[in-house]
């Protein structure tokens, strides 16, 4: 009905997911990878930055970071 495939929308479901938990959490993007049921972290990492243009560490990190110590 969507004209989605079923594991097009499973992804992004996933991937949907990966953003709350790099924004709201501590876990490591190769923990979140395997929690979302992702083996090759690679492969997490590539479909990440397809969907959003950014790697999932690029995400995690705000804009206006600062790295000035």
């Given at each position: 009905?969507?004209?989605?495939r079923?594991?097009?929308?499973?992804?992004?479901?996933?991937?949907?997911?990966?953003?709350?938990?790099?924004?709201?959490?501590?876990?490591?993007?190769?923990?979140?990878?395997?929690?979302?049921?992702?083996?090759?972290?690679?492969?997490?990492?590539?479909?990440?930055?397809?969907?959003?243009?950014?790697t999932?560490?690029?995400?995690?990190?705000?804009?206006?970071?600062?790295?000035?110590?």
């Open positions: 009905q969507t004209e989605e079923f594991v097009d929308y499973i992804t992004l479901v996933k991937l949907k997911r990966a953003t709350l938990l790099l924004r709201e959490t501590s876990m490591k993007v190769t923990e979140i990878a395997v929690r979302l049921g992702y083996k090759d972290i690679g492969y997490f990492s590539r479909i990440f930055k397809k969907q959003y243009g950014l999932p560490s690029q995400y995690r990190v705000p804009e206006n970071y600062d790295y000035q110590i």
